[in-house]
Each structure stands twice: as C-alpha cells, then as structure tokens.
C-alpha cells in the first residue's frame, strides 16, 4: 500500500523555485533515503511533506487521505480542511536535525506531554510507554533528567522516542546525525536501523552514505530543486547512472 | 514619633496598594500589548506600537495628571484619585512588561514551535505549555528590574494627590521641621525593595532547574 505520495510538488519561496516538480511514492514498511547536496530543497520537501511549509502546487496524499490536490481557480493550493489536515499530522512523525526537546520538561515528560495533550492518553498509560520507548532507546534510566544532562546523541534518541509515542505510520528524519560529534552518530544509526527491522516505514535525509544503502530500499537524490536520480538504493550508490550523481558521491 | 510612624505606616499601606494593583494589571494587560506589537494584523499592529511608543516616550508624572485631569476638562468628569494613579501606572508598566516580554518571546528557537506542531499540539498549548514557560525563565531577571523601579515609583501618585508614603514623609517633616520621616521613608522603601529581590531571587532559583 502508498503510504505516502507526492506528484508532481512545486515550492517557491517569493521568486526562486526550490522544489521543481517533485514526484514520488513511499509504501507500508519501506525506507526512503534522500541524499543531495546541501541547499538542494531535502529539508524543503521533507517540511512541505510534514505541513510545516505548505506547498505552492502538486498532491500529497498521506494514508490514504489527500493533504493538497493541485491549485483552485484562485491558484492558491487546494489544501484539505482543517480536520483532515490534523488528522494526517498526526500520522506522520518528523526528527529534527537539532532536536527540539523542550528544555523545560524532563524526558519523561518529553514523551508523554503529546500522548496526553493531543491523544488523551491517560498518565500512566503514557507513562508505560514512555517507559518501553526508553528500554528500546538504551535509555531507561534516564527518564528523570532534563535535556541539558543529556549528550547530543542521548537528546536525539529521545527525540525519536517523543516522535514514536505519538503511534505514527510514518516516520521522517531530517538528517539526525548532521549535528552530532562523529562518534554519536553511530547510537543514533543502531536505533533508526532497529526501527527499518520492525517494518516501520521511514523518509530518511542523510548525508551517511553507506548507512543510506544498506537501510533504504529506495534512494532519491536530488539537486537544485529536482529529483535527479532515484532508484534501488544499492543500484544508485553502488552504481550511479547520472553524472551530477556521480560528482557528488565521489566526495564521500 | 509614635504619631509619625503611624501616620507613615498609612502611607506605606497606600504605597503597598498602588504597587500590588499596578502588578495584578499590568503584568497580564503586558501580555495583551505583546500580542498587538507582535500582531500580523497591520490596523492592530502599528496602533498598538504608536500606543507603546507614546507611554514608554513620555513621563509616568505627565500620563498620571493627564489620566486624572483629562476626563475632568473634556467631559466635566472628576473620579477617585486612586483610581486614576492605578489606571496611569498599570497602563505605563503594562508597556514596559510588554516590550520584556517581546524580547522573551523572541528568543524562544523556532525548532520549539515546530516541534509542537509536528506533534500535534494546539497554538494554544503551545504557547501556554511551551513557550510560555521558557519565557517567564528568560525575562525573570528584567522584570525584576522593573518591579524594582515601580516600588520607587509609586511617590509619583503624590503628583494627583494620593497619600502614599513619601507624600505622608514630607507632611511630617515641615510639620516638625525635621528631614527624619524622609530618610525614614527611605528606609521604609528600602525594605521593601530587599523583599522584591529575595522574593525574584527565589524565583530564579526554582526556575533554574533546567536550561
Ligand atoms: N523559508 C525560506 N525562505 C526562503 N528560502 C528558503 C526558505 N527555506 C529554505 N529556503 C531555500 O531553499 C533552498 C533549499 O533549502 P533546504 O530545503 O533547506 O535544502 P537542504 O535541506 O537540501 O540543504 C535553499 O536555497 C534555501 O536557502
Ligand atoms: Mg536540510
């Protein structure tokens, strides 16, 4: 089944075109790698996807449910109500690149304040799993800290954790380990890794090449604004057909 | 001096009174004012900043006889003198409140509001749960200050007659031609100003839980 499909996403930001057409499909228990130079629209897209941009032409549909089907009459985007556009929100999980833990709640409180909030999951309902979210992150004994006694690689860990509290059939990194010192990324890697094992569908932009090939099944790479090249993701890796693609995976 | 000291201890009430009114507010009416200077809403916006830019630009002395005597002189309105010592000072403070909290607001990362909403949270819990609370941790010490500055402030509700403390001192002091009852009056506010540090001190301390 399509979890996710994108046809044909412009985005414009004032006069310069970011994302040029963009089209593709992600289905149930599937990882999706983008790779691309920096400033390409990899964070654009992944924004426009998790409505924190709203897209300026194209259709996204997420489980079933369209997001935004192409321009009105008034050629402003034919985005879906409010209703729909919570509820498909609220299937689709995105980790930041810096994280974004609240500083002022603990861990604990981290993963439970939106189970509670937005699901009404009783306490110690979100609590339990809080708790068997930390055990799955190797961080059960940290529940009572606050982020800034955590190191990088801890914080992200949780912010996956707070990510997956929420249930979401679809989970989107935006290049989790580009803000950590090089020996952190390796934590945070083992826990993305046991997530693509459990089947739990994944859009993951990275900049780790060889973690890219042998966690996604499919590969996009993309450069000013366009989907260059996609494919297999060991075919695109290993044996890239474009030449921009060649030129920038030569310098890994 | 038994009599002096009563007498000053009305005062001191009356002081205590402007300040506690002038912070019940002030410091929620600082909100409102932030949400119109930082509105999208332009005929909301650019009034409300004309508005700041007028209280904050000219003296609390002058706000407070023009909020007293305005009334009286186009509609031939008087009212309580107390009444428009709070209504002035609420007003001028609620200014400076909103402008602290603007920098407070302001300072707040984008990442933290885009992770509420990715999560599903409502601008209203948002803000209330998140930002909020991040806020009132950053501004602490600044408004600190301006309480600081109100306690001293509130001689200038003498200026439309209201028998606070340092107007109840001076009576004293040409009554018995003596500078006494002002430096007690100092001292009176000095007290009072060591309570407000311990009380923001305090503050700071349970707030510094987390960074
Ligand atoms: N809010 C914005 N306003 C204007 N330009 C933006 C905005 N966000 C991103 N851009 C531009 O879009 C381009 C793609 O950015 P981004 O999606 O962050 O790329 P990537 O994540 O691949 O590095 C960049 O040139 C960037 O400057
Ligand atoms: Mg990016």
Redo the contacts between chains.
Sequence with gaps: MEVITVKNIRKTFGASEILKDISFSVHTGEVLGIIGPSGSGKSTLLRCVTQLETVSDGTIKICGDTLVSGINADGRPNYADEATRRRIMLKIGLVFQNFNLFPHFNVMRNITEAQRLVLGTPKQQAEDTAVMLLEKIGLADKADLYPYQLSGGQQQRVSIARALALKPEVLCFDEPTSALDPELTGEILKVIRALAEEKMTMIVVTHEMAFARDLSNKIIFMDKGVIVEEGDAKEVINNPKNERTRAFLSKY | MEKMLAAMMGGTVVSLEVFFLTLLFSLPLGLVITAGHMSKIAVVRIPVRIFMLIVRGTPLILQLIFIYFAPYYIFKLSYNRFTAAIIAFSINYACYFAEIYRGGIEAI?K??Y??S?????TKA?TFF??IL??VI?TIIPATGNEVITLVKDTALAQTIGVAELFRVAQTASSREFSTTPIFVAGVFYLIMNWAVTVGFDKLEKKLS???
């Design positions: 990362p990442g933290q885009e992770a909403f990715v999560l599903g949270f819990q749960r998140i609370p991040q941790k839980y987390y960074r």
